[in-house]
């Protein structure tokens, strides 16, 4: 989360120079170029960031997790090369999830609108800019950094869990451990308890939403 906040709060800084290189006075009175902000601040050197800072993150999950497979459930595993790469890019494609194009845009349009309408002089309209974009959807960057680095380690904990069960070659099961936070989602309340194959374990891990507690324990016959 301090990472994922670290880099929004970068972004934003990108941002508000972008906005005060590209904002005038007479600019305030025309209609402001986004698409050049947007240059500017360079959203695909954004995405790879972002990437590269969660795949690292998916590498340290799997790690840590494959210690505790082998530590605290007894099962001899170990994290190949192979597989490491595997989890890495991984966590670099579950980033493209994260979408930094639309939502910048729309939320920096949308604050522009907020600045005139209010008669806001550029250097304030420039932080709310910097204090809000950077947060997409979400009501603050701090908000949304915490939603994604739940969803995307408890993703990298379920991902990790179930090739550490495939990679022992005792593991061919697994038991649904959900709805923990009382949410009473009907689909994860009835996954809750249930066995199901590793196969079908990271179907369930896919199509698991933002802020899910699914996890898996081993079941050895």
Not at 58 to 81: C, E, N, Q
Not at 84 to 104: C, Y
Request: hydrophobic share 40%.
């Amino acid at each position: 989360e301090k990472k994922l906040l670290k880099f929004f709060d970068s972004m934003g800084d990108d941002l508000e120079s972008a906005v005060l290189s590209v904002i005038s006075p007479k600019a305030m009175q025309d209609e402001i170029n986004v698409g050049v902000i947007l240059d500017l601040i360079d959203i695909d050197r954004l995405k790879k960031a972002v990437a590269d800072l969660i795949g690292a993150h998916f590498y340290d999950v799997a790690k840590t997790t494959y210690r505790s497979v082998r530590t605290v459930m007894g099962i001899a595993t170990d994290l190949s090369d192979d597989r490491a790469a595997e989890v890495i890019k991984m966590g670099g494609r579950r980033a493209g999830l994260i979408d930094l194009s639309t939502q910048t845009r729309k939320r920096l349009l949308r604050e522009l609108a907020t600045g005139r309408e209010n008669g806001d002089g550029i250097p304030k309209i420039a932080r709310s800019i910097r204090e809000l974009v950077p947060a997409g959807q979400w009501s603050t960057p701090q908000v949304r950094a915490r939603v994604i680095a739940r969803t995307e380690t408890a993703h990298a904990q379920r991902l990790s869990t179930l090739n550490s069960f495939r990679d022992s070659n005792v593991v061919e099961d697994v038991l649904v451990f959900d709805n923990r936070t009382g949410f009473d989602d009907p689909e994860c309340s009835a996954l809750d308890g249930k066995i199901v194959s590793l196969d079908d374990a990271y179907v369930l891990m896919d199509e698991e939403h933002p802020n899910g507690t699914r996890a898996y324990a081993a079941v050895i016959r």
